[in-house]
C-alpha cells in the first residue's frame, strides 16, 4: 500500500513540475510513463512540444536526457558547446544537470524525451 502511494506522490510531482517549467517557458510536456529504475532514479518518458518561434527556456534536469524529434527542427543550446540543429527522425543527448534550451524555428517542434532522474527530484528546474 506504501509504495502505492509514493509511486502515485512521485508521478504527481514529477507532473507538477513539468506544468511549472511549462508555464514559466511556453513548453508543453506529456508524461507518458514512469520507471523507478535503475535503484536511485526514476526513468520518465515524456512528449515535450514547443510552439513556433518558442522555447523551452534554459533549465537543466536532474540526470541524462536523451531524445528523439518527432515534428520540426530543434536548435539544441547547451552551455559550454555551439548550437546544434537536429531536424526530425534525429536523436540527441543531455548531460545530467547541463543547462540548455531547446528553441522552434519557423514551426512547432515534438520531441519524445526520456529522462534518467535522481528519485524525488524535479524533472526539470529553471536555470538563470
Not at 64 to 83: C, F, M, Q, R
Not at 108 to 118: A, D, N
Amino acid at each position: 500500500m506504501n509504495k502505492k502511494l509514493v509511486l502515485g506522490l512521485s508521478v504527481v510531482a514529477i507532473a507538477f513540475a513539468g506544468v511549472a517549467v511549462a508555464q514559466q517557458s511556453g513548453i508543453k510536456r506529456t508524461p507518458l510513463q514512469k520507471l523507478d529504475f535503475p535503484p536511485g532514479y526514476n526513468t520518465v518518458t515524456a512528449i515535450a512540444e514547443v510552439p513556433a518561434g518558442g522555447s523551452a527556456g534554459r533549465h537543466t534536469h536532474p540526470g541524462a536526457e536523451t531524445g528523439y524529434v518527432l515534428e520540426g527542427e530543434v536548435e539544441l543550446v547547451i552551455d559550454g558547446k555551439p548550437p546544434m540543429k537536429i531536424k526530425a527522425g534525429e536523436s540527441y543527448q543531455i548531460p545530467e544537470g547541463a543547462v540548455h534550451d531547446a528553441k522552434a524555428g519557423d514551426k512547432p517542434i515534438k520531441v519524445l524525451g526520456i529522462y534518467v532522474v535522481k528519485a524525488g527530484e524535479p524533472l526539470a528546474k529553471p536555470a538563470p
